[in-house]
């Protein structure tokens, strides 16, 4: 029988911001959660297998010549709680469950998923991913080992299991009348809370075997204001791989303080003269065009298909000997790391380009196999229902060594683009469309009216190889992003410092 242990575990009444604390035997759930010794047997209970059972599936996986197959395990719930016109009036809850199966012959890979855990189900869907990816390989499953986790990049104090929505909604209540209370403009607000937790359990016919807790967080507001008959908005958030420790009321007045200030700014703010000129880019949120425009075409498989405009520039300089961009699974709490990636790799730091060199791609277990190079643990997959394919997890420029004052003291005529919202990229060319929602003029190397509601265009090689300054000001933005890739979505997150970048088109006002 399978259980949730939301079914025998109950919590006390209301609690208090700033006191939010498990009661005493709730510590052996948050240990368990984090006691990776332990952490396969939980997980064969939890999912109801045993090493057995894994090892028949993996064989009949195998039955038609594959080279390799694993199964990927996954139990998650998320919930959601909404205030709205001053009340918490909308919450939500969400179960996935299910396993999926995957088989690599050559070139070819199968895949399919089942939505339960028993034998006959589960050894029909190996067989069908074995059908698809037929072969000559005829290897056999190796004896199952657990495979360690060295560190735990997001312990868990306090399990979300444990925390009713009730504990949940004075959060919400202060973040809404603390906006309230900063800005007499204010007219609404939305808020939201939302945590996810997952249960993984991975095996693969290479004998390698691990269980993952993954928990999540984010919360946000959005503010709307109105002066002069003139309305504005803006957004304020933060992820976290992280319990409930998460909330505190130091979260939520750095959530209300932030929204209110890019919100009011907005009332000031022009749409400047378009064309081309000098573009600053903000530290921290700007790390999104880092991501979208640069990040994907570091992506192994745009390279072993021909698609990247890298494709031939692995070990090449692609720009400054300053510039050092990173993607890092290892971050402790943050939104993108993984302990061990949905490939059954270790989460890791890996250099894509160092002192203006192309060091690497980034790889899951198939285009690590195609370049004869270890993988660098960034096969993800937004479920048990798919595959796992090269995805960054946090992708950030490290910090250069001028201050963002002498950047913008450089700049005769341009903007300094603060934050960002969508864009398109094409990822063969690196073709881009941005939006930004506010930021600067730059006019005679300071910072001067306020701007919003531009679009920056341009090509992200391009874009890139024109950075010739970044600041001393490194920031990581915590907040909810999230990559789409060939239909998935994963949690990703995003930083750079200040940078300027010598030349963009800005769509403005002609």
Not at 474 to 499: H, I, L, R
Request: hydrophobic share 35%; proline share 3%.
């Amino acid at each position: 029988m399978k259980y949730n242990r939301r079914d025998f575990i109950k919590t006390g009444g209301m609690v208090m911001l700033g006191s939010l604390a498990a009661p005493s035997f709730l510590g052996g759930i948050a240990n368990a959660a984090n006691d990776k010794a332990a952490g396969i047997l939980f997980a064969t209970n939890h999912f109801g297998v045993s090493e057995n059972d894994m090892k028949r599936v993996l064989a009949a996986a195998l039955e038609k010549g594959g080279d390799y197959a694993d199964l990927f395990f996954e139990h998650s719930y998320r919930n959601s709680v909404s205030l709205q016109d001053g009340a918490v009036n909308r919450a939500s809850s969400n179960i996935d469950f299910g396993m999926g199966v995957r088989v690599l012959s050559g070139d070819q890979t199968g895949y399919a998923y089942v939505e339960s855990v028993t034998m006959d189900e589960m050894l029909k869907v190996a067989r069908t991913a074995a059908r698809i990816a037929s072969g000559t390989g005829g290897k056999s499953p190796v004896n199952l080992t657990e495979k360690p986790l060295i560190n735990n990049h997001y312990t868990v104090q306090i399990p979300w299991d444990v925390i009713s929505v009730k504990e949940k909604t004075p959060y919400l209540q202060v973040i809404n009348d603390r906006i309230f209370e900063l800005d007499s403009r204010v007219m609404k607000v939305n808020a939201s809370l939302g945590d996810t937790t997952s249960h993984i359990l991975f095996c693969n016919s290479e004998g390698v075997m691990y269980y993952d807790y993954r928990p999540m967080v984010t919360l946000g507001a959005v503010c709307i204001m109105e002066q002069d008959g003139k309305i504005e908005n803006s957004y304020a958030a933060r992820a976290y791989r992280m319990g409930a420790e998460f909330l505190n009321d130091d979260i939520v007045e750095t959530i209300a303080q932030e929204v209110v200030k890019k919100t009011s700014i907005l009332f000031e703010a022009v749409k400047p003269k378009g064309g081309e000129m000098p573009v600053v880019m903000g530290a921290g949120g700007s790390g999104i065009l880092l991501h979208e425009a640069i990040g994907h075409t570091f992506e192994a498989d745009f390279n072993r298909k021909n698609v990247s405009i890298f494709s031939d520039q692995l070990h090449k300089k692609v720009c400054n000997e300053h510039i050092n961009v990173v993607d890092d699974g290892t971050i402790p709490f943050n939104r993108g790391s993984v302990n061990i990636d949905d490939d059954g790799v270790e989460g890791q730091k890996t250099y894509i380009i160092k002192e203006g060199i192309l060091t690497s791609y980034l790889h899951d277990r198939i285009s690590a196999k195609h370049y004869g190079i270890p993988s660098t643990g960034n096969g993800r997959r937004e479920s048990f229902r798919m595959m796992p394919i090269p995805r960054m997890r946090a992708t950030y420029m490290e910090a250069g060594n001028v201050s963002e004052e002498d950047i913008i003291s450089t700049v005769k005529k341009g903007i300094y683009a603060a934050n960002f919202t969508n864009g398109q990229v094409q990822i063969g060319a690196g073709d881009f469309t941005f939006f930004v929602k506010d930021g600067y003029l730059i006019e005679n190397g300071k910072l001067t009216q306020p701007i919003k509601d531009v679009n920056i265009i341009g090509n992200g090689p391009k874009a890139l190889a024109d950075i010739t300054m970044v600041g001393n000001n490194y920031e990581m933005d915590n907040g909810t992003w999230t990559c789409g890739k060939d239909g998935q979505s994963c949690p990703v997150t995003c930083g750079m410092p200040s940078a300027l970048v010598s030349k963009l088109t800005v769509g403005g006002e002609s």
